[in-house]
């Protein structure tokens, strides 16, 4: 019996209207995953659809809505629409994400019913999220993304002597190693995968921010490297161009060119994946989410654009970044209108003044309360953003409070509860915690990052949530 006729033996004759239901909760549940907060709603009948041999076809359509924030999505002859959780279009990351997720579940349905369907086999071996995540990054030999994603998973379960495990895995997308290009895997290397997670050992093998492991285009584990000098012998001196945490900037940078993709097992137990020489997506909390730094600082940037220093953006995203790494909560705000705005947020003994704090006459070996919290200010007064290295402004940010700055770097306050006006209250139903509230109200008078020791990051600009990486 030739292949043709095996094949239509195996494809369903009649309706298959329970497999698409099926395959529509999937995709229900997809967008849940990558898109907590956006809405999915069915605006056409679903009709019981009839196979006529379109195996071969795509069965979706995808198209912008005519409100120009989400998209129309047509899927087995049901439309639905998909609206972001706030009123800020979809980015154009976002919008390809979008398209990859429903490209990959289309192939995974007709690979139910076509053998020569691309891949068909991995399709169905690996977690559905991380098919999404390696066709959003396209690497040289795709199917090693998965398996390595499998494998950080299950080690993130794990401990080694009490301890926490963190790892890398640095995916060659050359043939052969750059930084030592006459290496050669030598016969037996195991394959990079979930197995290697029972050996007792291998979660040493490398800390995953100093060390990682190579693995070749054949999936296989290869050697170690400090990951900083494999980068500076392959890419050069060149620096990161987008920001990103301090500890990872080696593993960016170690894959801006050669199509190297970096996965990272963190101490906090997050992962993170490098490609193109940016983060791009973080997996915590049991979901990924798409980063896109570039676009989300170029957004940032554009807030505060007439920012005199130059550099004040990317100091306060840069130290932003940091602080969700470290999980530690901050807020910054930058002010539009400092004369307006100040007064409005700050009490006045919070803000940084020239004035000096002298001892109590009545009482010189203590400091009174109203007088305690500007003796602080001691440490930054004549200091603005320009002149302020970035491990001094995380330690300001790291005081409980917000640091309050203005678009010429003058420093405000640091560690001050904000003023929040009565009307700004009536929100706060609708938010989670005093520093989102904070935020918020702190908005209408400039752009806002919040961190959140959960490690989020977040923008708001007049009163709205702008982004969140």
Known sequence: MDHEAVSALERPQGPISKVVGLYQTFLRRTFEHFFPDSLLESVGDRTAIVWEDSVREEHYRLADDPDGLGVVLDWFRTRYTLQPGSPTPFLPAERRLIEIIVRTLDLRFRGLFDLDIGHRAERFHYVLEDLIITEYLNPADPFRVPAVLEALRVAALSTYENRRVSMAALLLGTQNDPAIPEWTNPEGAPRFNMRLTGIKGFHRLCDGLRTAMVVDRQG???????????????????????????????????????????????????????????????????????????????????????????????????????????????????????????????????????????????????????????????????????NLDATELEALAGIDGAVVTDLNGHLHTFGAILRIQPEALKIARAVEGARTLAALAASYHGPILKVSEDGVLTMFLGGRRVWEL
Request: charged share 25%; hydrophobic share 40%; aromatic share 6%.
């Open 220 to 386: 296989e584990l290869g050697r170690i490297v400090d990951i900083e000098r494999w980068a500076g012998r392959t890419q050069g001196p060149s620096t990161v161009i987008d920001p990103c945490p301090r500890a990872y900037t080696s593993h960016a940078r170690a894959t801006r060119t050669g199509g190297h993709v970096c996965i990272v097992l963190t101490p906090s137990q997050e992962i993170k994946v490098f490609a193109r020489g940016t983060m791009m997506f973080s997996f915590s909390d049991a979901r990924w989410r798409l980063l896109d730094i570039p676009t989300k600082f170029a957004v940032w940037c554009r807030a505060i654009s007439t920012s005199c220093p130059s550099d004040l953006a990317l100091k306060l995203f840069q130290a932003a970044l940091n602080l969700a790494e470290d999980r530690k909560g901050a807020l910054f705000v930058v002010l539009r209108d400092p004369a307006v705005s100040a007064p409005q947020l700050i009490a006045p003994a919070d803000r940084i003044s020239e004035e000096i704090v002298a001892d109590d006459p009545q009482d010189p070996e203590n400091l009174s309360p109203r007088l305690s919290k500007r003796v602080l200010h001691h440490v930054v007064r004549g200091r603005n953003m320009s």
